[in-house]
C-alpha cells in the first residue's frame, strides 16, 4: 500500500511537482514555507512518492487514467506547488513539465517553492521578513530559475524511464 493509506482519507488540496533526487529535509521545508502562504491550517499535498505504492505501481496506458491526472483534475485540488532544489532540476524534468502544462490547462494557481521560501508568495508583511532574514538567498534561487527558463527546451527534458519522453 502507499504511505498516504495508512491515515485517513483526505482530499488533495495542493498538488507537489518535484523531482526524486532533491534533498528530503529541504524539500520537507518548501512545503512548510509554502504552507505558511495558504489559508488551510493544515494543507493537504498530493505527492507521487507517498500518494502511489511504490512496489506495485504500474502506469495505465492513458494519462487521463493516471493517479497524477486524478489529483490534477480533483475538484478539490486548488493548485500546484513545484518544488525546486538549488538547481532547480524539477525544470529538466519531462513529468514535471508535462504537470506544468496540465496545470495551465486546468487553471490551477501555480507556485514555486524552495527549501529559502516561496518565490511566487509575497505580501508586504512576508515580504519584509524575508528581506531581513533570506533575500539573498532568495534572490539565488530567482537566478537559478531565470537560468533554467532562459533554456528550458522539453525535447531535451529528462525521464528515469526512457519510454515516458514519448
Not at 34 to 49: Q, R, Y
Not at 136 to 152: E, G
Request: glycine share 4%; charged share 25%.
Amino acid at each position: 500500500c502507499s504511505f498516504s493509506e495508512l491515515g485517513p482519507a483526505r482530499a488533495v488540496e495542493y498538488f507537489v511537482s518535484h523531482w526524486w533526487g532533491e534533498e528530503f529535509l529541504k524539500f520537507i521545508a518548501a512545503l512548510e514555507r509554502f504552507a505558511k502562504t495558504v489559508s488551510e491550517k493544515d494543507p493537504v499535498f498530493w505527492i507521487c512518492s507517498f500518494a502511489n505504492n511504490q512496489h506495485g505501481f504500474e502506469m495505465p496506458d492513458r494519462l487521463e487514467d493516471s493517479p497524477f491526472e486524478h489529483a490534477l483534475a480533483a475538484p478539490s485540488c486548488k493548485g500546484v506547488l513545484m518544488v525546486l532544489d538549488s538547481e532547480a532540476t524539477t525544470l529538466t524534468r519531462v513529468w514535471c513539465l508535462y504537470e506544468v502544462m496540465r496545470t495551465h490547462q486546468l487553471g490551477l494557481e501555480f507556485n514555486l517553492a524552495t527549501h529559502n521560501g516561496v518565490l511566487t508568495a509575497f505580501s508586504e508583511e512576508s515580504s519584509f521578513a524575508l528581506k531581513r532574514r533570506t533575500s539573498s538567498q532568495l534572490r539565488d534561487d530567482v537566478a537559478v530559475l531565470a537560468s533554467k527558463l532562459v533554456d528550458l527546451d522539453v525535447e531535451t527534458a529528462e525521464a528515469s524511464n526512457p519510454s515516458d519522453r514519448t
